[in-house]
């Protein structure tokens, strides 16, 4: 078997060291780029390399693929765990509000910024006017 000089060299996962491999799993564990991109863009051969770094060295739990699904068919809740469910993104909601709420009021008070719609008081009438 004789290589061209032309010819780029062929690469095996030997060839990658781990801080590479690491840099280009934050890459796409943050969302930066998906594994096929970073495939193309560092020039990895293999279609699964980037796959099989993922798995091995990568911080997602790849053991239960069923759980990342929001939309699981599989999975059916009992009423009491959906209320539980609910209940809980209730919550999370109320409290979502509560942040918005604080960071208005402290935008009204630092900036002057005037966010908050102004409710106008209802008129009575049915023109609106006001004549006694």
Do not use: C
Request: charged share 30%; aromatic share 6%; net charge positive.
């Amino acid at each position: 078997m004789s290589r061209n000089s032309g010819s780029s060299k062929r690469r095996s996962q030997r060839d990658y060291n781990m801080g590479f491999k690491l840099a280009v799993i934050s890459q796409v564990e943050k969302g930066e780029m998906t594994y096929k991109q970073a495939q193309k863009a560092y020039g990895i051969q293999g279609r699964s390399t980037v796959l099989v770094w993922l798995r091995k060295h990568g911080s997602l739990d790849w053991s239960k693929p069923y759980l990342h699904s929001m939309s699981n068919p599989r999975r059916k809740e009992t009423p009491a765990q959906t209320i539980k469910r609910l209940e809980r993104e209730l919550s999370d909601e109320r409290l979502k509000n509560e942040i918005l709420n604080i960071t208005i009021d402290m935008a009204d008070k630092e900036h002057g910024i005037s966010i908050r719609k102004k409710v106008l008081p209802k008129q009575s009438g049915a023109s609106g006017n006001k004549s006694k």
